[in-house]
């Protein structure tokens, strides 16, 4: 009695919706060219959000944004009901692989571990419990097995998992994940979005996913949040994907043609839906 | 008469150590960061500060440090704005290396060192210089230790590094500062122009066998004293110049560190 008493205090907040990023009117301008404007959403704790848009829509930015990298230029952003800061423990990001340097001589867990408290002054010497983190991360991903293998010897889809392992390390509550199917066939796109699902069951985290492709996040996003032409829609894929909401955002009229489960976008006169792509912006 | 019996031969096995023992980790996580060209331009730009410092009466060693810390920082604060960074550095090499041609001219009484300045003299370093070459290795070394962890970091990934709130830029500049101590002592045992043989030959070589950083280093720093002692050694026996041996030493270890990659 005694005991549920005490668990009861120590519970988090009941409010089932608590919002984990909420945008208010937010304008985002990176290098002058506002490519977010003045767009409100509100997504919640325990969300899994699939992001797509056109390439330069502004999903990088926004998640930049949401990191405390890319300021407002008008409007607010709120990340756990706080104005977002470099830094945030309670973020895990990955960023897109073709910005690590691949040719590296170093083992996997090594690179894994560099982002582990890597702003710390002295020598990068690991704890015991950092090194239980590093191994819980990498056996979260299903990575063990190459753990040792150097980074150029890892396949594409072995170094994005590798990533997500990194964007695991203190348990956020936020996890931000950019393009992590870029490069990888069909099959390992599922692989790995049902991974990021039952990693985010795992630690009950809030799940941003920018991808280009609809259909690998059809079976696990709760939510899908498109962004073009300087708006956004947020919604089911049902209330989403659809021509008069899509249109505006591509700026070109589109369709939407389901086959087999499966939903492809595809401009109204003349383009090709894509595989691998889906859009009308390829 | 062994040749420790020489004082100029025990001053050359000093002073290379010391230069070495800089040259090899800095070495490593130049080449980790792709940056082996800013250490290259760095030495070109090392020649303007010794020729200039002819000019104003200061020992060249001084012109040549104060002249790659200031491009260092320059390269560091432009490299991580502009996306080619090649062609920054390239530009400030170029304007260096001119003012450097200037420098000699208004100054011809200096041209007699210009040949050690260019391939270095390993056996005419004075014993004078040992001290100095010293204190700032250690200070360099001790730095590097300090800002390790961020620098690697930073190094893997720049954005996640950023994300977490560590400033690459920051980083990046504290480290070319460092660069360009290790270059000045560097160009003191092999020159301007051979720079590469002690600072990235090595240091590819070691980053190519092993897959940990701690090993990496001490593995670059190794090879580095290596390359270093072998030269002065062979140039004693052949009567050949130290440079030579030690750029030919460094290349053999670099094609070595192919193979033995090949064969593990």
Redesign the interface.
């Known amino acids: 009695m005694e005991e549920q008493l005490l668990a009861a205090a120590h519970a988090p907040p009941t409010d089932p919706v608590a919002p984990a990023v909420e945008l208010e009117r937010l304008t985002l301008a990176p290098r002058g060219r506002v490519v977010l404007d003045a767009v409100s959403a509100r997504l919640d704790e325990g969300e899994f959000i699939g992001v797509f848009g056109p390439n330069g829509a502004g999903k990088t930015t926004l998640l930049?944004a949401v990191?405390g990298?890319q300021p407002a230029r008008a409007g607010t952003i709120r990340v756990f009901a706080r104005a977002p800061r470099?830094?945030n423990a309670a973020?895990g990001?990955?960023?897109?692989t073709r910005?690590?340097?691949l040719d590296?001589?170093?083992?996997a867990r090594?690179?894994v571990a560099?982002?582990l408290?890597?702003?710390?002054?002295?020598?990068?010497r690991l704890s015991r419990a950092d090194r239980d983190e590093v191994r819980w991360a990498l056996a979260t991903v299903e990575a063990e097995a190459f753990a040792e293998r150097?980074l150029a010897e890892l396949s594409g889809g072995e170094r994005q998992r590798l990533l997500l392992a990194?964007a695991l390390l203190q348990r956020p509550r936020l996890l931000l994940l950019d393009e992590p199917l870029s490069g990888l066939d069909i099959r390992y796109q599922n692989r790995v979005a049902s991974l990021v699902r039952r990693v985010q069951s795992l630690l009950g985290a809030t799940v941003l996913f920018t991808a280009h492709e609809l259909n690998a996040l059809l079976g696990v996003m709760d939510r899908a949040l498109y962004l073009g032409g300087g708006r956004l829609a947020l919604g089911t894929v049902d209330e989403v994907v659809r021509p008069e909401v899509l249109s505006p955002l591509f700026q070109t009229p589109v369709d939407v043609v389901r086959h087999r489960g499966r939903v492809f976008v595809m401009p109204v006169d003349g383009g090709n839906a894509c595989e691998g792509c889906g859009g009308p912006w390829a | 008469m062994t040749m420790l019996s020489y004082e100029f031969m025990r001053t050359a096995f000093t002073a290379g150590a010391i230069v070495a023992l800089v040259a090899g980790p800095v070495g490593y996580f130049l080449v980790?960061r792709?940056l082996t060209f800013a250490g290259h331009a760095l030495s070109h730009v090392g020649f303007a500060g010794a020729t200039g410092a002819g000019l104003v009466g200061i020992k060249p060693l001084w012109g040549l440090l104060g002249m790659t810390l200031v491009s260092g920082a320059g390269i560091g604060v432009l490299g991580e704005r502009v996306s080619g960074r090649d062609v920054a550095v390239g530009i400030v090499l170029v304007v260096a290396l001119g003012l450097g041609t200037l420098f000699l001219h208004f100054y011809s009484g200096y041209a007699g060192a210009t040949q050690a300045l260019l391939f270095g003299n390993i056996l005419g370093i004075e014993r004078s210089a040992v001290l100095p070459l010293a204190l700032l290795g250690a200070a360099c070394l001790a730095v590097l230790?300090?800002?390790?962890?961020?620098l690697?970091?930073v190094?893997?990934?720049?954005?996640?590094?950023?994300?977490?709130?560590?400033s690459p830029r920051v980083v990046g500049v504290l480290f070319l500062l460092l660069v360009a101590v290790a270059v000045a002592e560097a160009t003191q045992v092999v020159g301007i122009l051979l720079v590469f043989a002690l600072l990235v030959g090595p240091a590819a070589a070691a980053?190519?066998?092993?897959?940990?950083?701690g090993v990496?280093i001490a593995l670059s720093a190794l090879l580095a004293l290596a390359v270093t002692w072998g030269g002065i050694v062979a140039a004693y026996y052949t009567d050949w110049p130290a440079s030579f041996w030690i750029s030919a030493l460094s290349g053999s270890v670099y094609a070595l560190s192919h193979v033995v990659?090949m064969c593990i």
């Open positions: 930049r990191l990298l470099r830094g973020i990001y990955m960023p897109q910005t690590l340097n590296v001589h170093l083992r090594d690179v560099v982002a408290h890597g702003g710390r002054w002295g020598w990068p150097t990194q | 980790l792709n230790a300090l800002m390790s962890r961020p690697l970091f190094s893997l990934e720049p954005e996640l590094a950023e994300a977490k709130g560590v980053e190519r066998v092993s897959v940990s950083v990496g990659a």
